[in-house]
């Protein structure tokens, strides 16, 4: 079955030009599991592609890479960041913060 997405998830319209992704705009690619699937159908994605293990390779563009470095943490463990380097970097450091504020 179809990984559901959470309460708090709204689709975006892209037909009336609310956020209409160019090809300027950088390109990143996560890795995502059976739990985050739902993001291909509320957010603009340039390819969906399934990989071994269930899981998929998701490619969209972003205009704001903090946007995209808190849209990954807060998907928590369903997804991983493949691409951009420095995106996967900023998610790292950002939750290794956030774990020492727990320490």
Do not use: H, K
Not at 8 to 36: E, H, M, S, W
Not at 46 to 51: A, C, D, G, K, R
Request: charged share 20%.
């Amino acid at each position: 079955s179809p990984a559901a997405p959470p309460p708090q998830a709204r689709p975006t319209d892209v037909r009336d030009g609310i956020f209409r992704p160019t090809p300027n705009l950088p390109l990143v690619t996560l890795r995502v599991g059976r739990g985050g699937r739902w993001i291909t159908e509320y957010y603009p994605c340039e390819s969906v592609v399934q990989v071994p293990g269930d899981e998929w390779l998701v490619s969209m563009r972003v205009n704001d890479m903090d946007w995209a470095r808190r849209f990954v943490l807060g998907l928590g463990p369903m997804v991983s960041v493949v691409a951009p380097d420095y995106l996967a970097d900023a998610v790292r450091n950002s939750a290794l913060s956030a774990l020492r504020n727990y320490a």
